[in-house]
């Protein structure tokens, strides 16, 4: 409260210094003695401040002094302890892995893993655990894939080991190392901390399992037919199972076909187990085309399918890998059938006409004499009648056609890039006119070869000659029959005849399938009910598979599997079901349609192709019935 009547003194006081024409006037303080009374012995009070002093700073040192030496005897102890008394470190604990150098794919081998406590405590318990590489097995394990071992090891006493043995078997691609991580998980005696130890073992595979070799020509012309050979043999004592070889082809290889057929896609073959010593072949056949001088790479793997996905391979035995290098042919040729030039193969129905080219031209800077193709035919469908040849002769006798510079005088002498074509025709019987010959899978194989005399200035003639082929697959024959019947039916109607109006009356319809050739797969036939015909839902043979769709009306018949000969060498394939018709007035004096027009559809397993056909409606004309008059077609009032 002082206080603040000074301040509110000192603000007015300076409120009033700085007016103007304000005078100020300063009275003077009057001053009164006051008393103070001090303390005149202070020598006594000094002395006993410094006794007291005196007495503190003494125990403070010899407080001090006591805990230096206790930590000095303390870091003593426990220095001595775990220097001389107690060593324990993960450094005195050794794993130890004996092994062969190498080992054999596919074969058991032992390998000896020991464990040494160098520590002065006991171990009181250790677990050994190893994770297996890929391609690795444990014996007793062998179905297990990435395998991890754990075994415990127990109590190992001081400068004490303990020994574990581990059958193994591995399997992978020769000269490749399998790697094992192997850790050891210890407590010693008298301490409650976890200790671990960790080794990395790794093991050389000297050998594969399986050997692999494959065989490619020394080089390709471009656009030539090749084989690739593929021979795999198993090195190992013990059953390889899930076999399986997979091939990456290069870029520009075509695939036309393998012996035996992949199993997935044109580069997969699965075999299941493969036996000791067994061996598996592929013979692969495709085009490849490039530039000159390109090389192409073939690769091939051999080893077990993969669980998961079966286009791949889990681990790999063996590996090889092929380079072929692409040439320039000396004579470029270009073998078309129906205008298909790309293929080996070329389907086509049978008893249609053949058109064929051999387009050619020479590649070299020098000329080419007495130039000369044959084509040599094959085949037992070949109408021999029908053969034709432009500036060509057929001879009969062994059944090829010439093209020489005799029916052909542009072939004597070739001049560098010089072109020419030999064209001709044939056709093949038609197998449902064969008088009940029966053939399996009918093709044709065409070869020619062209021959001539490469003639360069200063060197003696020199001969060349160019191979090539085409397979003409023949796709099967397959005859559709659809009748509707009413007193000829393999299942009993009822009804007016001829239909009379707003009357029902049932017919019963019959499908049949004749097979020539090929087997036919995924064998379907299909048609649809009109708005006014009813289905009964009477079939026969009652095991064959015929649905109907009240929503859209479509009838169809799964036939699945249609063997060679059905029809010729074993009865047609054969349904009936029963339908019925009450006519509407509108109708009258007509023979409504009872099925719409009847469509098949299956897959020729020889050929590849889709074979499709369609046969006529069935209307209440009824013609597949003999015993129908002409007067029962037509609805009647």
Not at 154 to 166: F, K, R, T, Y
Not at 477 to 491: D, F, H, R, W
Not at 537 to 554: A, C, H, M
């Amino acid at each position: 409260m002082v206080y603040r009547k000074e301040e509110e003194y000192i603000d007015k006081l300076e409120k009033n210094l700085y007016k103007r024409d304000r005078t100020v006037e300063y009275k003077k303080q009057k001053l009164a003695p006051h008393e103070i009374k001090a303390k005149k012995n202070w020598k006594s009070d000094a002395r006993k401040v410094a006794k007291k002093n005196h007495f503190a700073s003494g125990i403070f040192l010899k407080i001090f002094f006591a805990s230096v030496l206790f930590f000095v005897v303390a870091s003593g102890i426990a220095f001595y302890r775990l220097v001389f008394t107690s060593r324990i470190s993960p450094e005195n604990v050794e794993i130890v892995v004996q092994a062969p150098a190498s080992v054999q794919g596919g074969e058991e081998t032992s390998v000896q893993i020991i464990v040494k406590n160098d520590n002065t405590s006991a171990i009181e318990f250790s677990n050994l655990n190893i994770v297996f590489p890929d391609g690795a097995r444990y014996v007793p394990q062998q179905n297990e894939e990435n395998y991890r071992y754990q075994v415990s090891l127990g109590p190992i006493a001081s400068g004490d080991q303990v020994i574990e043995n581990l059958p193994i078997i591995l399997f992978g691609e020769e000269n490749t190392e399998k790697v094992f991580d192997i850790d050891l998980e210890y407590r010693v005696e008298g301490s409650s901390a976890l200790f671990s130890k960790n080794k990395i073992f790794p093991l050389a595979l000297s050998t594969s399992p399986i050997s692999l070799s494959v065989s490619l020509p020394a080089e390709v012309n471009v656009g030539e037919e090749i084989s690739i050979d593929i021979i795999s043999t198993s090195n190992s004592n013990s059953v390889l199972e899930d076999f399986m070889i997979a091939v990456e082809f290069p870029f520009g290889f075509t695939f036309e076909g393998a012996d035996p057929r992949p199993s997935k896609d044109t580069n997969v073959w699965h075999f299941g187990d493969l036996m000791s010593s067994g061996t598996k072949k592929i013979e692969i056949r495709g085009r490849l085309e490039g530039q000159t001088d390109e090389k192409k790479t073939f690769k091939v793997f051999a080893g077990k399918e993969s669980e998961f996905n079966p286009r791949e391979l889990e681990i790999v035995f063996n590996s090889v890998s092929k380079t072929v290098p692409i040439r320039q042919p000396f004579i470029g040729v270009d073998f078309a059938i129906n205008g298909n030039a790309g293929s080996s193969e070329v389907v086509v129905d049978s008893g249609r006409q053949i058109t064929g080219s051999i387009d050619w031209i020479n590649n070299l800077p020098s000329r080419i004499l007495n130039g000369e193709i044959i084509l040599k035919i094959n085949g037992q469908l070949v109408d021999r009648t029908t053969i034709r040849e432009k500036a060509g002769f057929y001879q009969s006798l062994n059944d090829s056609i010439i093209w020489n510079q005799t029916t052909d005088r542009s072939l004597s002498v070739i001049e560098p890039g010089q072109t020419g074509s030999a064209r001709f025709s044939l056709k093949t019987s038609s197998l449902f006119k064969l008088g009940g010959v029966q053939y399996k899978n009918p093709r044709v194989t065409l070869e020619f070869e062209f021959n001539g005399e490469r003639v360069s200035p200063g060197f003696p003639s020199e001969p060349i000659q160019i191979t090539g082929s085409k397979i003409i697959k023949l796709n099967t024959a397959v005859q559709l029959a659809t009748k509707g019947v009413y007193y000829t039916s393999p299942i009993p109607n009822s009804g007016p005849l001829p239909p009379r109006v707003d009357q029902e009356t049932q017919y019963t319809i019959v499908w049949s399938i004749v097979n020539s050739s090929n087997d036919i797969e995924n064998a379907t036939i299909e048609a649809n009910l009109p708005i006014y015909i009813n289905w009964l839902g009477v079939i026969t043979p009652t095991n064959e598979s015929v649905q109907f769709n009240e929503l859209t009306g479509q009838v169809s018949w799964n036939a699945g599997d249609i063997s060679t000969g059905v029809g010729s060498i074993s009865p047609a394939r054969e349904v009936a079901f029963q339908v019925s018709l009450t006519p509407s007035i509108s109708q009258i004096d007509t023979s409504p349609t009872i099925v719409s027009e009847v469509e098949f559809s299956g897959r020729d397993t020889f050929t590849g192709s889709q074979i499709e056909l369609t046969d006529n409606p069935v209307t209440t004309r009824l013609n597949g019935d003999p015993q129908v008059r002409s007067s029962e077609t037509k609805v009647l009032k």
